[in-house]
């Protein structure tokens, strides 16, 4: 086992897939000469070349439907979103091109293709660049959407991404690109896309989460775990398609459940994710599922501000305590 | 799609062209309308700095759905917006004359293939129906005399005559030629008319290409159309 950073991760695996696979390009703002905005492709340009690490002009939409055109045609393009939020600029060649080409050519031509960057809150980065882009993409058939929140899983899905036939979205995160680092096997492997992973074993309350807020509900599990509240915590990695089976049979062991995420409340993965539990577990819960969530407003910029909308691992042992009937 | 949607898919295809040294060109048709979206220049601009060989087709027809283009496009001439692009050719040409758009058509594929370069065409010809069902050929944005010029200056029967001055078709293979594509034509019609409807289970079909889409069809099987 060698430890990475979570960038150092991604790293790798873009470096391993286009070793492997020369229809593999990439294609995004900075990616080449600068290294990557946030350098998660430092060095491909000069192991690649131009054509396989592309610098893209500031024009995310037509760099992303360039992605979709090349797919069609039988390459695996990699478009990297300096972040997602400057994806909401290429969201018509996401969902128009990308997510319905399938479909709409009667199965002719599916779109192979990765689009990757940061998504949600940094340190004071503002309502504009701070938004966590999974609800908006998960609502989408035609589109994968997955969000690691360790160095090994963000490699192994990355690749899992990469070798996907349909298109994958990749929802990273600036936070974590250097401060999450763990253990990540020597040998090659790949991690599903759709497969959940219980992160902590516990026999009280389920968590279900994602992303960085795995990290908050782990750090909450063990405070939790002070005063003999054993929490489980299940890192769904993928939020479309949702690993219901895994949750569900959590779910039916603990009998409580909370949800935890980053963005905002309405229409999120926690709400379609409470459908899928009151149809599969209803019988089996004890209390009403809570739910976690950054408050409902455009993130402030003031830094007290944009502490109290983000949440953390304060606001999951509240919660867990609530469903628990324990003050 | 919508409206210039695929002037990237064009320069991605062009893209790939390129990736695999390949000697083929991407023609990529669209409307006047298309001159002032986005993906437009951004498209126009990656094809000629990257030299893609990708054709940029117009078909200015003068009228994105009843909106004259003058009243919207802050130029005099279309062709010009290509102009802001080094490397890009730009070029006019009579959209109601075959042989003229066959030849700056082949012009332009010998330039993707040989020079590697994009070119940007626009072609001025007009269109004779409404945009759409709703839309009646003219009253509105329109006029009669106006549709009635263009119709004198048709395409296919402007060349029918270059062709029958030229001694290379008589008027009666030209009939024969025109029943055999209405002939053609009202086959089709009556295939796609005549075909099944698809089964219910074609709903969940190339929305992913694997098992992911027996997934989403688990939720919805309590419906009478799946039972």
Not at chain 1, 220 to 245: F, H, M, Q, S, Y
Not at chain 1, 254 to 274: D, F, M, S
């Amino acid at each position: 086992m060698a430890t990475l950073t979570y960038r150092e991760a991604l790293n790798e695996a873009l470096r391993e897939e286009m070793d492997r696979d020369d229809a593999i390009f990439i294609i995004g703002e900075e990616v080449g000469e600068y290294d990557g905005a946030y350098k998660v492709t430092k060095g491909l340009l000069d192991a690649y070349g131009e054509w396989r690490v592309r610098d893209a002009p500031i024009a995310e939409l037509s760099f992303a439907g360039l992605g979709v055109g090349a797919a069609m045609v039988g390459l695996r393009p990699i478009v990297e979103f300096m972040t997602w939020n400057f994806a909401l600029l290429a969201i018509d060649q996401v969902i128009n091109s990308a997510a319905k080409m399938y479909q709409q050519s009667g199965g002719q031509y599916n779109i192979p293709i990765v689009f990757r960057g940061p998504g949600g809150a940094a340190l004071q980065l503002a309502a504009q660049h701070s938004q966590c882009p999974e609800p908006w993409l998960s609502y989408v058939p035609g589109l994968k959407v997955v969000a690691p929140a360790t160095a090994r899983d963000a490699k192994g899905l990355l690749k899992a991404a990469i070798r996907d036939d349909d298109p994958v979205c990749v929802i990273e995160s600036e936070l974590m690109y250097n401060t999450v680092r763990d253990d990540v096997p020597e040998q090659e492997y790949v991690i599903p896309i759709g497969s959940a992973e219980v992160k902590r074993e516990g026999s009280d309350v389920t968590v279900v989460t994602y992303s960085k807020m795995v990290h908050a509900s782990l750090a909450a599990a063990e405070k939790l775990a002070a005063d003999d509240i054993d929490v489980e915590v299940v890192d769904l990695r993928t939020v479309r398609p949702i690993d219901v089976p895994t949750v569900i049979e959590s779910v039916k062991k603990t009998n409580r459940a909370v949800i935890v995420e980053e963005g905002w409340p309405a229409c999120n993965v926690g709400a379609q994710l409470i459908d899928d539990i009151q149809r599969e577990a209803f019988d089996w819960l004890d209390a009403p599922i809570a739910r976690v969530n950054g408050l409902d407003v455009p993130m402030p910029y003031a830094k007290n501000l944009e502490k109290i909308v983000f949440p953390n691992a304060d606001h999951v042992v509240e919660a867990v305590r609530h469903v628990c009937h324990v003050n | 799609g919508i409206v210039g949607g695929h002037l990237p898919l064009a320069i991605g295809v062009g893209y790939a062209i390129r990736y695999r040294d390949g000697d083929q060109a991407c023609l990529c048709f669209f409307g006047d309308s298309v001159v002032n979206i986005g993906s437009f220049h951004e498209s126009l601009n990656m094809a000629a700095r990257w030299k893609l060989p990708v054709i940029f087709f117009l078909e200015n027809n003068a009228y994105g759905m009843g909106t004259d283009i003058r009243r919207v496009a802050a130029a005099k001439e279309l062709v010009d917006r290509g102009k802001a692009y080094d490397g890009l050719h730009s070029v006019v040409v009579d959209g109601m004359d075959v042989l003229a758009v066959r030849q700056v058509t082949e012009e332009a594929i010998e330039r993707a293939r040989e020079e590697k370069r994009p070119t940007y065409i626009e072609a001025r010809c007009y269109r004779y129906m409404g945009h759409s069902m709703a839309d009646p050929s003219h009253g509105t944005y329109r006029t009669r005399e106006e549709l009635e010029q263009w119709r004198s200056d048709d395409p296919i029967l402007g060349y029918r005559q270059q062709l029958i001055d030229a001694g290379r078709l008589t008027a009666e293979q030209y009939d024969d030629m025109d029943e055999e594509a209405i002939a053609q034509a009202e086959a089709a019609a009556e295939f796609a008319d005549a075909s099944p409807f698809p089964e219910p289970s074609a709903i969940y079909e190339n929305v992913y290409s694997d098992a992911y889409a027996h997934d989403i069809a688990r939720r919805d099987r309590w419906r009478k159309e799946f039972s």
